[in-house]
């Protein structure tokens, strides 16, 4: 989803193949450059952050009272955005720029991220055909078209 | 995030016991009467839903293009939204009321489907206390609080 929406880089604490794998091969059938990249350092990886730091988090900030603030800060530079899979130690509420909610409730953090990205980015919904893609699909009301890019 | 945007119920096609006590927990806490049904055949269901039919797949027409007939079709109908975990079988396509791209490109099915109720729904989210709650979650800027309701 991330790479859906433009995102250039996935860090993940721990190594995982499967991720790694399922990602280069949509990248070679559906084009673009997201570089899935394991860290072992998760904390180094936030200190040295030149850039924006969000983790979206349900005890956070609901995100329609801090999203003009977030892309006002923004502004052009990287933005790293954190989503926990489990416990989320304490020093990461307090390195990010923003706690943001998507909403006060449990909800997946996969979840989470998509809604994010489609909230502030809408318009890289727009520009969904990648560089060096092999197929492109044909949006269809009741079937499947996919055709090969020459 | 289907039970947090206010859905009923979840379907599931093969028992998911942890899926379930998942949920059982949630509810607890967070409160609300989200149900989990495990549904061995899918195809009943969808047969004889009395409502409309959303099946969100990469390879529908794309969400802002179809959002308002949605919206002006199901009003107040029972809404059914199938996400595929795997391959999808052709039928679904065809008893789908709608097939919906959230994008034209390769992406989760749970962030689809975040993104299809954030969009058609906003309004579920200002709505984010249930009913019989044991915790509230009070939104931080930079740490978790919550409080336990009386």
Redesign the interface.
Known sequence: ?A???GATTIYIHQHDENIKKTIEE?NKR?GGDFIVSSVNNWRKLIESWNGVIVHL??????L??VKDEILSTINNRDLLIIVGAEKVP?DV??K?T??V????????E??????FL??LFPES?RN?L?NKSQLK?I????????IKNQ
């Open positions: 989803m790479r859906a929406f949509v559906f988090t349900m005890y956070g900030i609901p329609p009272e304490s509420y307090k990010a923003f706690n909610a998507i909403m006060n409730q449990p909800h997946s996969v979840s989470s991220l998509a809604i489609y909230d919904m969904s990648f699909i949006p269809t009301a009741h079937g499947k078209k996919v």
